[in-house]
C-alpha cells in the first residue's frame, strides 16, 4: 500500500517558524511533483508550495517569501520550512506527491493525511 508521511505539524507563536516534512513510499514511482497544499476551515484547499523533479519550484502568493520548500536528491522527500508565520497561515497541511504521466499512462496524485499547523499567542 502506497503511503505518505507527514512530520512537524504543531503550535507556533505569530512570527514563529516550523518545519514540516514529507516522505513517499518507495512503490509510488516515478515522483514528478513533491509539494504541499493547505486548508483552514471554511476555506477552499490551495497551493502552499510544490517542487518538480526539475527543480521548478512554485510559491503560493500568500507564502512568498517567508516559506522554502525543498527536495531531497532521492526525490521522495520534501520540506516545507515556514517562516514568519501568521495568524491566517492555520491550516491542516497536506502533502502531494504526483507522479509522471505519458503517452501510455496517467499521472497520479497522492494525499497525506494532514499535519494541522496552529499559529496563535
Known amino acids: 500500500q502506497v503511503h505518505i508521511e507527514e512530520s512537524g505539524g504543531g503550535l507556533v507563536q505569530p512570527g514563529g517558524s516550523l518545519r514540516l516534512s514529507c516522505a513517499a513510499s518507495e512503490n509510488i514511482y516515478e515522483i514528478a511533483i513533491m509539494g504541499w497544499y493547505r486548508q483552514a476551515p471554511g476555506k477552499q484547499r490551495e497551493l502552499v508550495a510544490s517542487?518538480?523533479?526539475?527543480?521548478?519550484?512554485t510559491y503560493g502568493d500568500a507564502v512568498k517569501g517567508r516559506f522554502t520548500v525543498s527536495r531531497d536528491s532521492g526525490e521522495r522527500r520534501v520540506d516545507l520550512q515556514m517562516n514568519s508565520l501568521n495568524l491566517e497561515d492555520t491550516a491542516v497541511y497536506y502533502c502531494?506527491?504526483?507522479?509522471?504521466?505519458?503517452?501510455?499512462?496517467?499521472?497520479?496524485?497522492?494525499w497525506g493525511q494532514g499535519t494541522q499547523v496552529t499559529v496563535s499567542s
Open positions: 502531494w506527491v504526483r507522479t509522471f504521466g505519458g503517452v501510455y499512462i496517467a499521472s497520479r496524485d497522492y
Open positions: 517542487v518538480t523533479a526539475n527543480n521548478d519550484m
